[in-house]
């Protein structure tokens, strides 16, 4: 049983991270019903962002760069995790108005129009910051390691956990506690009667993308110290995201952060037992719950089901 512990530690911590990855994404799903397959390049734009921010390569060789490079490392760290997502949700909110034409239409448009946009931000993140890998820099305080009950622990990854479960409350009070919360999730169950209400729809789906985008900014800053930062990162990254808010129910927000933890802890169980089969068993869990559920664990009837 001890041997086990470390194990589902590291499927807790991996579920968290996943689920904050792939909350912007069922958010954009449940009132859109759009899949965004720029998810995953939104989410390494956020990173590289944020990387440059840290290291003032925007301004590097002026004044006003040697300046910041003199801060300390944590206030930097900290506002290149505010200006990362910002970053990403404007170009989500982009990404929105290039949608527009296609609502109405068949899916497949909005596909295809999200996967090019895909692959436009990869390209261009390999015209400005290269094809190699990067490391992102954090604060000294994050880094090494620390004994827990005779077992080694990676501080940093706590952290992430840590801060991801404070995203998961900050999103859920959003949602939950406020006037444009409460338009969101009913633009989720029945846009035509958010738009009878007098609400402006496009507005409110180019909120939601951007916010969504922005989420999966910040979900990259904090993920890529632990998974390395690279243009195709995201490409690791929309694929656990679909298959959670599938496992979850579209458009279900407990459901994605439930779905989320149970891909986790499959991964990182099966990682430790089966180390070839890690991957897989997220594949298998996704059979197993639509197998007996279609519209996963905790979803509700979606136009996707037409």
């Not at 656990?240 to 991964?267: C, D, E, N, R, T």
Request: glycine share 14%; aromatic share 12%; hydrophobic share 60%.
């Amino acid at each position: 049983m001890s041997s086990l512990i470390p194990h589902l530690i590291n499927g807790v911590t991996l579920g968290l991270l996943f689920a904050l990855i792939a909350l912007g994404f069922t958010l954009i799903v449940g009132v859109m019903e759009v899949i965004n397959l720029a998810h995953g390049s939104l989410f390494t734009l956020g990173a590289y962002i944020a990387l440059s921010t840290i290291g003032a390569n925007w301004f590097s060789g002026t004044p006003f760069g040697m300046w910041w490079l003199e801060l300390p490392m944590t206030g930097r760290y900290f506002l290149a995790l505010a200006l990362g997502p910002i970053i990403a949700g404007i170009a989500g909110m982009l990404l929105e108005v290039c949608l527009r034409p296609t609502y109405g239409k068949a899916p497949l448009y909005g596909l295809l129009l999200t996967f090019g946009a895909a692959i436009v931000v990869e390209e261009a993140i390999r015209l400005i910051w290269g094809t190699g890998e990067q490391n992102m820099p954090v604060p000294q305080t994050f880094t090494g390691a620390f004994l827990l009950a005779g077992l080694i622990f990676s501080t940093y990854k706590f952290y992430a956990a840590g801060f991801a479960i404070l995203a998961i409350i900050v999103v859920w009070l959003f949602l939950e506690r406020t006037p444009y919360g409460a338009i969101i999730k009913a633009g989720a169950h029945d846009s035509e009667m958010v738009r009878a209400l007098g609400y402006d729809l496009s507005r409110l789906r180019l909120f939601v993308f951007g916010f969504g985008a922005a989420l999966a900014g910040l979900a990259g800053m904090v993920m890529v110290p632990i998974w390395g930062l690279r243009p195709h990162v995201g490409i690791d990254v929309v694929i656990p995201a679909f298959l959670i808010i599938v496992i979850g129910g579209v458009g279900s927000f407990w459901g994605a952060v439930i779905a989320a933890m149970l891909v986790g802890l499959s991964v990182g169980i099966t990682g430790a037992y089966v180390p070839a089969w890690s991957m897989m068993s997220m594949y298998l869990l996704l059979i197993a719950i639509i197998g007996f559920r279609a519209r996963g664990l905790l979803g509700r009837r979606s136009a996707l089901e037409n």
